[in-house]
C-alpha cells in the first residue's frame, strides 16, 4: 500500500530533551515536507526537501532540523524542544512535476 | 502577500441539507488549488486539484469549482460519514509553496 508513515505517532516530552520524528513514504516520491498544524493558524510548512540532500526552509522553521540522506526517509529533528513546540505534525511527499501531496497520519507532540 | 481563506470556520448541516464551502485566495501565479478532507486525528486526505478558472471537478456528493478569485466546495445531500473538516491550499508559482487556508469544519446530523 502506498504510504506516509510517520512515528511516532503521540510524544509526551520535556523541554530541552532531544527528539527525532520519523518519517517515511514508499512511492519513491522526490519532495517531502514538514508541516505543523495549531488552532487557528492552520498548516504551516516547516522544512521541504527536493531531493536527496537537498533541503530548505518553509514558513516556521525555527527551532527545527531536518536532514534527507535517503530518498523515502525525511526525519524532524528538534535538538532542544519548547512548550511552544506542542503541535500536530505531518510528514508530506509528492512525485516530482505534480503538485499534489499526500500526509501522513500526523505525530502529536506535547512539550511540557 | 499569498493568502487564503476558507469559510464559514464550521458549518453544521442535516443530513441532506446541501450547502457550499468557500476558499477564497490571492496568489502569485497560480500553480493549482486543492480540497482535502481531513478526519480528527489523521492527515489531510486529498480530494481535488482544480486548475485554472472554469474547471470543475466531482466525487460522489462533493463538486469543486474555481474561478480567479475563488473556490467553493458543493455538497450535495449529505451524509454523516461526510463530517469532517476540509481544508483548501493553493501552489503559489512565486515562492513554490503550498498555502493553506484555516479549514471549514462540516458536521452532518442524521
Known amino acids: 500500500e502506498a504510504q506516509v508513515t510517520q512515528n511516532p505517532r503521540y510524544l509526551i516530552t520535556v523541554t530541552g530533551k532531544k527528539l527525532t520524528v520519523t518519517c517515511s513514504q514508499n512511492?519513491?516520491?522526490?519532495?517531502m515536507s514538514w508541516y505543523r498544524q495549531d488552532p487557528g493558524l492552520g498548516l504551516r510548512q516547516i522544512y521541504y526537501?527536493?531531493?536527496?540532500?537537498?533541503?530548505d526552509k518553509g514558513d516556521v522553521p525555527e527551532g527545527y532540523k531536518v536532514s534527507r540522506k535517503e530518498k523515502r526517509n525525511f526525519p524532524l529533528i528538534l535538538e532542544s524542544p519548547s512548550p511552544n513546540q506542542t503541535s500536530l505534525y505531518f510528514c508530506a511527499s509528492k512525485p516530482q512535476g505534480s503538485y499534489e501531496q499526500y500526509f501522513g497520519p500526523g505525530t502529536r507532540l506535547t512539550v511540557t | 502577500e499569498d493568502q487564503v481563506t476558507q469559510s464559514p470556520e464550521a458549518l453544521r448541516l442535516q443530513e441532506g441539507e446541501s450547502s457550499s464551502l468557500n476558499c477564497s485566495y490571492t496568489v502569485s501565479g497560480l500553480r493549482g488549488l486543492f480540497w482535502y478532507r481531513q478526519d480528527p486525528g489523521k492527515g489531510p486526505e486529498f480530494l481535488f486539484t482544480?486548475?485554472?478558472a472554469g474547471e470543475e471537478k466531482e466525487k460522489e456528493r462533493l463538486k469543486a469549482t474555481l474561478t480567479k478569485k475563488e473556490s467553493f466546495l458543493h455538497i450535495t445531500a449529505p451524509k454523516p460519514e461526510d463530517s469532517a473538516t476540509y481544508l483548501c491550499a493553493v501552489h503559489s508559482g512565486n515562492t513554490g509553496k503550498l498555502i493553506f487556508g484555516q479549514g471549514t469544519t462540516l458536521q452532518v446530523k442524521p
Open positions: 482544480l486548475y485554472s
Open positions: 512511492m519513491n516520491h522526490e519532495y
Open positions: 526537501s527536493m531531493n536527496v540532500e537537498v533541503t
